[in-house]
């Protein structure tokens, strides 16, 4: 009797240290440890932002997605300080700023971004969605010419909101 339960105790334990292990590696695979490699990804981390704001704005929650905009904003600014020459994070600056209503701000971003590429299509569409939204309609239909020939769902965008302008 008294080695059955010996037995039965040492098997308990072995089991939950098991369970424990499990449960620590899942925990940091969840954090995004994957055992040495960063822990964050300013980027990445801004897209899912910016991700969830459109959908938060798209069901009328405004102010909730100008919140996760900042938030997007300061990963991007830490992400630009590494990598200062990508066109995709100089177009996300330029998004949240322009969502921000700082239009001033976004397009020198945006304009950052068409030096390095002038044919980035995000960056041409929401660019000239900045200039629409500033009256500037003439300026914003260079940048739809310039998207013409992409055959994008950015041509179209910028396309709807000039006309509806």
Sequence with gaps: ???????????KKIICTFAFCLLTQALFAASGDSGG????NPQKDAQNFVKRGKKLESKGKNEKALKLYDKAYKKLLEANK????????L????FTLRKAGKYEQAEKY????????P????????????YVKTQ???????????LKDCNCKEYKELEEVINNN
């Excluded at 177009?91 to 330029?94: I, K, R, S, T, V």
């Excluded at 304009?111 to 590429?117: D, M, P, R, T, V």
């Excluded at 500037?136 to 310039?146: F, Q, T």
């Design 1 to 11: 009797m008294e080695v059955d339960r010996q037995l039965h105790n040492m098997i």
């Design 37 to 40: 490699s960063d822990l964050s």
């Design 82 to 89: 590494a990598d200062s020459g990508n066109p995709d994070i």
């Design 91 to 94: 177009n996300y600056l330029g």
């Design 110 to 117: 945006y304009l950052q971004g068409l030096k390095i590429k």
């Design 119 to 130: 044919d980035h299509n995000g960056i041409n569409e929401y660019l000239g969605e900045l």
């Design 136 to 146: 500037r309609i003439d300026l914003a239909k260079e940048r739809l010419e310039v």
